[in-house]
């Protein structure tokens, strides 16, 4: 550098820097070179002074300078000068030794050390240079890096195992049995599967999934590396879970892993088994593997259930656009069944869902003819998409067969500490269920309510009373409470609620044999009895006491009281149709007679004389559920105002016709699985009532058909008992009867469908079916009679148990008339008989049913007039006047097998 850059030399007077060239001290190092031996132009600036104070070390001249000086020495070799200046310890010398107050300020330089393995950072380089990795670095993590890869899935390779194919699976339906034996449908498992050999999978099938999902199936090793990473990155980061898997990867999913979760994890143990199998498997093996355990929607697994859920034929029978439009099913039916799946997601409507099908459809018959497995000309022909059949339209569970599937599974479900059997068992299939349903009556009881419909339902010519027109019906064996058949509705994959099970709708009279067992069993209590006697002591009465059928009876309770409503209004009774029954004045009518022609007033105070507790108590014990009991808090609940189901009511009225003895309905009678035997129902009846009353109810119900509202339910040669009801606003009508064999209910009722379940209501059938109004002497009976006159051909006419004299004849207290009493017009003698030919429409005694409490609403123009107020009467103490649907969907499943309680055992199940 020019001598003209150089500091200039620093007085030698004064000043810090004078001070620190004045400390110097001995060196026991290396005498340096004179001054002006290195012939340095340095060598002379600044040579003035030649004291002590000014030299180094053995009289040397210290060299001195600016930090920039100092940088290019060491820059220049510094590092070799300063260790020629190091003292004994190697470090450079400075004014006053190694360790003297006089060491130089510039940058010290350090003995060369030893090499590092990994130069990062890099200690040759300044900056930012000395943070770039080598070229060499970068290409050894690299071969490290996949070398561990490659270390890691060799040991994953060689320690993971095949597993055998999952139970999940091999898991198929369960098999229905008729009561005879034969199969009935095999429905139900946890997969609707039918395993089938690859022969009978169409080709078609098998190129359209192979060319969609993995053209290269054949020849890969069983994964596919890009799809891999793809899929691994995406778990791994929290992103979308996607596809990328081949045949062998999604068939080791299904079937062997039995693995559905979505982790890194999980997806090494797939690649390493699927990489096994591909090796070990035959690819034909493992494509049929795949296809049999796919799920394709609507509950199918396999394809074999795929081509009945959605074309209802067999897989062989599939044609190549069917074949293109199931593996598009594949993706996801939830967004590409055509039927839509907008209770999944809103956006899964059926217009989007179809546009979404067609579309996947044709670019896989594309794919198809591209690979060379289609041709051009035959392609030509699937540009729409094929014609698939309604979700629920299996014909496996068409008709009543869905309804009886449903029940059988309730029963086991419901009854699972006796079955041991829980819903989760039935949903991994494999069991054979044996049924009580008897094939030809369940085939005859369907039979006769169509041939009814057919000819009086015409909701063409009359849509404002024959729309929404159901029927329900339940036939049951008063031995053993076997049911033997049902009527769930029109068909149970078009209409889903089964009307055998709890409906909603109301008994009306069909409730009063309870009122006379409960009569004869525990007896009325008797308020005049002697002042030492208990006032709840009771007399047994006989089905000969009289009671008042007048219409607009004063109902008094068992004390005599008049019993009135929380305003303090009176309630008077009326008949249906507004008619008395009896002999004038007092229209005095004995209970056979009352029952023979359902007189209301006469079975409102029996009920109230015994106490409407008792009544209650006899409906259960009869085999009634408690929970569709209505409020036993008011009169109208003697003549039905409660909503039992039609198989509880049969199974109730089977109490009677078994003499008292109580058998609660099944419908399962055994249960099987592969290892033998699991289940098997054992009847345990109970006494209900003495025969004496059991069989008294059946003579008094046997005049009703005789010769009284029930003679359309006649069976020549047949002993016959049962009761007609029918409730306010002619909502409902029903005919329950027995004979000593079978004891059956048919219920009829409108029911608006199109509103949602909660606000769905029961309409009027004033009108319905070309009548002026329902009775259920009407198309219930003549429901009752087809059906029970086919089922019962082959079987002896037995008669019913001649009845043994029963209780005490009493003759209650006629209440005191408070309107004028009907005109003679009215009056109806119970004398005369209806002769089999009378109709229900007829305004005979032989037509009249009953007509419950309707407040504020009187039956037929008669009845309330205010005297009953708005809460005396009604369900729910009159808030409720009309019945109210049921709700059947009962906690955490279908409530079939009776939903009021679920199935037939206890107040839940």
């Not at 000014?54 to 001249?61: I, V, W």
């Not at 697994?301 to 594949?330: Q, T, W």
């Not at 064996?477 to 709890?502: E, L, Q, R, V, W």
């Not at 009846?685 to 009703?704: Q, R, S």
Request: with cysteine; proline share 7%.
């Amino acid at each position: 550098m020019s001598e003209h850059r150089r500091k200039p030399p620093q007085p030698q007077g004064g000043g810090r820097a004078a001070a620190r060239r004045g400390q110097s001290g001995s060196s026991p190092g290396r005498r340096a070179a004179p001054r002006g031996a290195t012939g340095s132009p340095t060598d002379s600036y600044g040579s003035s002074s030649q004291g002590p104070d000014s030299s180094g070390p053995g009289g040397e001249e210290r060299p001195y300078g600016g930090r920039a000086e100092a940088r290019r020495a060491s820059q220049r070799g510094g590092r070799r000068r300063g260790a020629e200046n190091a003292g004994p310890s190697g470090r450079r010398g400075g004014p006053g030794g190694p360790s003297g107050p006089g060491r130089g300020r510039g940058r010290a330089s350090t003995a060369p050390g030893k090499k590092r393995f990994i130069d990062y950072p890099r200690s040759e380089k300044f900056g930012w240079r000395r943070w770039v990795p080598s070229w060499k670095l970068v290409t050894g993590l690299f071969v490290g890096f996949i070398g561990s890869l490659v270390a890691v899935a060799g040991i994953g390779y060689a320690m993971v195992s095949v597993p055998n194919v999952a139970d999940t699976a091999t898991a198929q339906n369960n098999v229905y049995y008729w009561s005879d034996g034969s199969q009935m449908v095999a429905t139900g498992g946890e997969a609707n599967r039918q395993i089938v050999n690859l022969a009978e999978i169409p080709e078609a099938m098998r190129w359209a999934v192979i060319s969609q999902e993995n053209k290269t199936f054949y020849t890969d090793s069983g994964v596919d590396p890009t799809g891999i990473a793809r899929a691994i990155f995406n778990m791994a980061t929290g992103g979308q879970t996607q596809g990328g898997s081949t045949i062998t990867q999604q068939y080791v999913k299904n079937a062997r892993l039995d693995d559905q979760s979505q982790t890194v994890t999980r997806k090494f143990k797939e690649i390493f088994i699927s990489m096994k199998v591909g090796a070990t498997v035959k690819k034909d093996d493992i494509l049929a593997g795949y296809l049999n355990s796919a799920y394709y929607g609507r509950g199918a697994y396999g394809i074999e259930a795929a081509a009945h859920a959605y074309f209802n034929k067999r897989a062989v029978d599939l044609d190549p656009g069917e074949c293109a439009f199931l593996s598009a099913m594949l993706k996801g039916a939830t967004y590409y069944d055509p039927a839509g799946a907008t209770s999944i997601d809103p956006n899964a409507t059926p217009e989007a869902n179809r546009r979404r099908a067609l579309a996947q459809m044709q670019d896989t018959l594309d794919k198809m003819v591209k690979y060379g497995h289609l041709s051009a000309a035959k392609r030509a022909g699937y540009t729409t998409l094929p014609k698939v059949q309604n979700p629920r339209a299996n014909s496996r569970l068409s008709g009543q067969i869905g309804y009886l599937v449903d029940l059988a599974k309730s029963y086991l479900i419901n009854n699972s500490d006796k079955t041991h059997i829980t819903a989760t068992d039935l949903q991994k299939g494999g069991y054979r269920i044996y049924t009580t349903f008897d094939k030809k009556k369940v085939q005859q009881l369907e039979s006769a309510v169509k041939k009814v419909q057919k000819a009086n339902i015409k909701e063409k010519l009359r849509p404002k009373t024959d729309t929404y027109v159901q029927f329900g019906g339940a036939s049951v064996d008063p031995t053993s409470g076997a049911i033997k058949a049902i009527y769930g509705g029109d068909d149970a994959t078009k209409h889903f609620t089964d009307n055998a099970d709890s409906t909603g709708a109301q008994v009306g009279s069909t409730f009063k044999p309870f009122v006379l067992a409960s009569a004869m069993q525990w007896g009325v209590r008797n308020p005049d009895g002697p002042e030492s006697q208990p006032q709840d002591a009771r007399t047994q009465i006989s089905p000969k006491s009289l009671y008042s059928g007048q219409n607009k009876l004063k109902i008094r309770k068992y004390d005599h009281t008049v019993w009135t409503d929380k305003d303090g209004k009176e309630w008077l009774q009326t008949n249906d149709g507004g008619e008395s029954t009896g002999s004038p004045p007092n229209y005095k009518i004995d209970l056979r007679q009352a029952m023979q022609y359902s007189v209301n007033s006469a079975y409102v105070q029996l009920g109230m004389d015994v106490g409407l507790d008792k009544v209650k108590e006899s409906a259960l014990s009869a085999g009634i559920l408690e929970g569709s009991l209505a409020s036993s808090n008011y009169p109208s609940f003697s003549i039905g105002t409660s909503d039992p189901s039609a198989i509880r009511m049969a199974g109730a009225y089977a109490t009677f016709a078994a003499s008292g003895k109580q058998n609660d309905p099944y419908s399962v009678d055994r249960v099987e699985n592969k290892d033998g035997l699991l289940y098997r129902h054992k009847t345990q009846a109970k006494d209900a009532f003495t025969p004496a009353v059991a069989n008294n109810v059946t003579d008094v119900l046997k005049t009703v058909v005789d010769k009284g509202t029930g003679t359309n339910a006649q069976l020549p040669g047949r002993d016959v008992a049962g009761k007609t009801g029918t409730t306010d606003g002619n909502k409902s009508a029903w005919f329950v009867g027995y004979t000593p064999q079978l004891s059956t209910a048919i219920s009829m009722f409108r029911l608006d469908d199109n509103a949602n379940n909660k606000a769905r209501k029961f309409l009027e059938m004033y009108g319905t079916g070309g009548q002026e109004k329902i009775h259920g002497a009407s198309f219930p009976a003549e429901i009752w009679h087809d059906y029970m006159f086919q089922a019962l051909q082959g079987q002896p006419a037995t008669p019913f148990p001649a009845p043994e004299p029963i209780g005490t004849v009493i003759n209650a207290d006629p209440s005191p008339t408070p309107t004028p009493s009907a005109t003679p017009s009215q009056t109806q003698s119970p004398s005369p008989s209806p002769s089999p030919s009378q109709t229900s429409s007829s305004p005979s005694p032989s037509s009249s049913d009953t007509c419950q409490w309707s407040w504020g609403n009187p039956c037929n123009g008669n009845g309330g007039n205010g005297n009953g107020g708005n809460d005396t009467g009604g369900t729910d103490g009159g808030t409720t006047p009309t019945p109210t649907v049921t709700d059947t969907t009962g906690a955490g499943g279908s409530t079939r097998g009776n939903g009021n309680g679920g199935i037939f055992g206890g107040q839940n199940g």
